[in-house]
């Protein structure tokens, strides 16, 4: 297990990516999963930086763990700001074009697309998002 807190705004995306990038490499995954796995913590990341803390501002541990027998690597966001569960969002309708469909959603859509799970639960006064993804 490795874990990283940062200042939940955008600018730390690069340190987020980075991170997750630097454990996937340790663990032998391939390019793609690796690629597909960044997509996602840039995502939550975003998410977290943009919506969690509003002009307060405040910060988010990454948790990565890997479990050899199985290949899969599981990591979780902790944040502390505003309770919010994004797996209760109505999926986009990717079917309407841009312009017709309503701004927001696809980021999480595209992270429960991508990945093999993704739950959330607010505990301790604290939101936790968790994404798995057998490597």
Request: hydrophobic share 35%; proline share 5%.
């Amino acid at each position: 297990m490795a874990e990283i807190t940062l200042q939940a705004v955008v600018s730390s995306i690069p340190n987020a990516t980075g991170f997750i990038e630097g454990e996937l490499e340790a663990v032998g995954c391939p390019l793609k999963t690796q690629m597909q796995i960044d997509v996602a913590v840039d995502e939550v990341f975003t998410n977290i930086a943009s919506y969690a803390y509003g002009d307060e501002g405040g910060s988010a541990t990454i948790r990565f763990e890997f479990d050899p027998e199985t290949r899969t690597v599981e990591i979780t966001f902790t944040d502390s700001g505003v309770p919010f569960d994004p797996m209760t969002m109505k999926d986009p309708d990717v079917t309407l074009s841009a312009e017709e469909r309503p701004i927001g959603g696809l980021g999480i859509f595209l992270v429960k697309k991508t990945m093999d799970s993704v739950s959330y639960q607010y505990r301790d006064g604290q939101n936790q998002l968790t994404i798995r993804k057998k490597i």
